[in-house]
Nanobody, 124 residues
Framework: QVQLVESGGGLVQAGGSLRLSCAAS????????MGWFRQTPGQEREFVGG????????SYADAVKGRFTISRDVAKNTVYLQMDSLKPEDTAVYYC?????????????????WGQGTQVTVSS
């Protein structure tokens, strides 16, 4: 069993930055593909970005490409989502998710484990 705990959300002005953290326990990151998703009320959970177990490849949604960066610290079993140049439309609850598959998948249904979510609010 994998437990995921996110932190780092909050309120920031447009143009600002936040860094989200997702700490995993129960399994090493070397065995997991990690994804970040976000969700607003009434909307489907959407893929933001992720890092694959095999090769450590990253992929991002077009809406955040060039502004968000995913990294991981294997020693700390933590994955990070650095969010720069934030926009009001980035406001959402952000979730990290884990999958034991080797390739990065963009659909939330592929992920077996989820964190509790952390609220990010970007004011204009």
């Amino acid at each position: 069993q994998v437990q995921l705990v996110e932190s780092g959300g909050g309120l920031v002005q447009a143009g600002g930055s936040l860094r989200l953290s997702c700490a995993a326990s129960g399994r090493s990151f070397s065995q997991l593909t990690m994804g970040w998703f976000r969700q607003t009320p009434g909307q489907e959970r959407e893929f933001v970005g992720g890092i694959s177990r095999v090769g450590g490849r990253t992929s991002y949604a077009d809406a955040v490409k060039g502004r968000f960066t995913i990294s991981r610290d294997v020693a700390k079993n933590t994955v990070y989502l650095q969010m720069d140049s934030l926009k009001p439309e980035d406001t959402a609850v952000y979730y990290c998710a884990a999958d034991s598959g080797g390739l990065l998948v963009l659909t939330p249904e592929a992920y077996d484990y989820w964190g509790q979510g952390t609220q990010v609010t970007v004011s204009s």
